[in-house]
């Protein structure tokens, strides 16, 4: 019964929009495409709220300067979106998909939620940015919906309930990894820091790194902080990392942000190394950016579509098959892939039913993500903990010649 009343409403909502796409006799633009419509352009078939469907909405920045992650999020989702709904579906049932842009913003991705809600979402894949996600998460508490984000790696994000699970590694395990990485393989020894102590994502890599670098030897001589609405010039924080000597600078930061970082360092004559996390991921796609800025900028990302395990060569021969802009061929486009398999995964172990109650699916799922181990793009034999956090090993990732290469080729090239 919980879909009767939204299926009626569906149908009456599509049949106006229909008589008025024909009346106004012309399309939507391309700005508001819809999900379906951009499922439709490249070859997917887009699946409409039902009676036997499963309904997934998304959440991200689809405009804005976050968009190439919520871009990547909904076409990566997209994809496996089509391939299992070609495949025969979960349990039966389709997968209806509609995306929702947030611009990065809280207010306005608890406003999406409300008007997927509305749709008749039954799981959300979201949100992609951490402190939209926090906000959401507060919601999806309240009517124990399952939600899976892709990339909002804060580790209070799955402390808000225990319906919300992570694709993405979370804050300070990003941070503590990062350290290790650095110290492990020699990278530097006297360490600048530049961060965001506004963002949750940010500051909670930051917190782990400086504990961490402590503990392996680092010697970090520069700690310097921005704030979101003073993220344009960062001359004081790179002067101070060049003062003290630093021979890399940690920024475990977005890439917008990076991208004026990278800028400025060179004005400044800055030759210190870069390293990031997997926020930077998506960097190269950045409308407008010297991409020759990047060149040696290193992270840690589950990702790289220059991988030659099979996994990723299938994900990435197929998102571009179907179309996709490959700008958001990164991290975010591959979390997102694997969300949707992870959800079929649990949803077959669960055996989760379209008669379900939002809240039942959701208690359901949440028990069944501790018993599951899923294979996927971003890492195999990955597991979560009760708790929301997922176990897999990240990758270290150098961008060379406006390409992201794995570590592990760049270090046997140059052998």
Not at 310 to 328: I, L, P, S
Not at 368 to 386: F, L, P
Request: proline share 2%; aromatic share 8%.
């Amino acid at each position: 019964m919980k879909k009767s009343i939204l299926r009626v409403l569906a149908v009456v909502l599509s049949v106006a929009m229909i008589v008025a796409c024909f009346a106004a006799c012309g399309g939507k633009g391309k700005e508001e495409a819809s999900s379906e419509e951009s499922s439709a352009a490249a070859g997917g078939a887009a699946v409409e709220p039902g009676d036997n469907t499963l309904n997934i909405g998304v959440i991200g920045p689809l405009t804005g300067d976050t968009a190439v992650y919520g871009k990547a999020v909904q076409y990566g989702a997209q994809l496996a979106v089509d391939e299992v709904n070609a495949a025969g579906g979960i349990n039966g049932m389709k997968i209806a998909f509609k995306a929702e842009d947030d611009e990065g913003d809280p207010e306005k991705s608890v406003n999406a939620y409300n008007t997927l809600k509305d749709w008749g979402m039954d799981i959300l894949v979201g949100t992609v940015t951490t402190n939209p996600c926090l906000a959401v998460a507060d919601y999806t508490a309240q009517d124990n919906m399952f939600e899976l984000t892709p990339s909002a790696s804060a580790a209070t994000v799955v402390e808000k309930g225990n319906n919300v699970f992570q694709v993405c590694f979370t804050d300070p395990n990003q941070g503590i990894a990062s350290a290790d990485y650095i110290s492990d393989n020699k990278l530097a020894t006297k360490v600048g820091v530049i961060y965001n102590s506004q963002d949750a994502y940010s500051s909670g890599i930051h917190d782990r790194f400086i504990s961490e670098a402590k503990t392996k030897g680092l010697n970090i001589v520069s700690d310097e902080a921005f704030t979101t609405d003073n993220a344009t010039d960062f001359s004081a924080q790179l002067n101070a990392a060049k003062s003290g000597g630093a021979e890399l600078i940690f920024i475990p930061i977005y890439a917008k942000e990076a991208t004026s970082i990278l800028s400025q360092a060179k004005d400044l004559g800055i030759t210190a190394k870069f390293f990031g996390c997997d926020g930077l991921d998506g960097i190269l796609g950045i409308d407008g950016f010297d991409t020759s800025l990047a060149e040696g900028v290193m992270l840690l990302t589950p990702f790289s579509a220059n991988a030659t395990d099979d996994a990723t060569v299938k994900f990435v021969k197929a998102y571009k098959a179907a179309g996709y802009d490959e700008a958001n061929l990164n991290q975010f486009a591959a979390d997102a892939y694997d969300a949707i398999y992870i959800i079929k995964a649990a949803a077959e172990k669960a055996v989760v039913k379209a008669d379900m109650s939002v809240s039942d699916m959701g208690t359901a799922l949440s028990k069944a993500m501790s018993e599951i181990t899923v294979d996927g793009v971003t890492g195999t034999e990955m597991k979560w903990q009760a708790t929301g956090e997922v176990n897999k090993t990240p990758k270290a990732i150098v961008i060379k010649n406006a390409e992201y290469i794995p570590m592990d080729l760049q270090e046997s090239s140059t052998k």
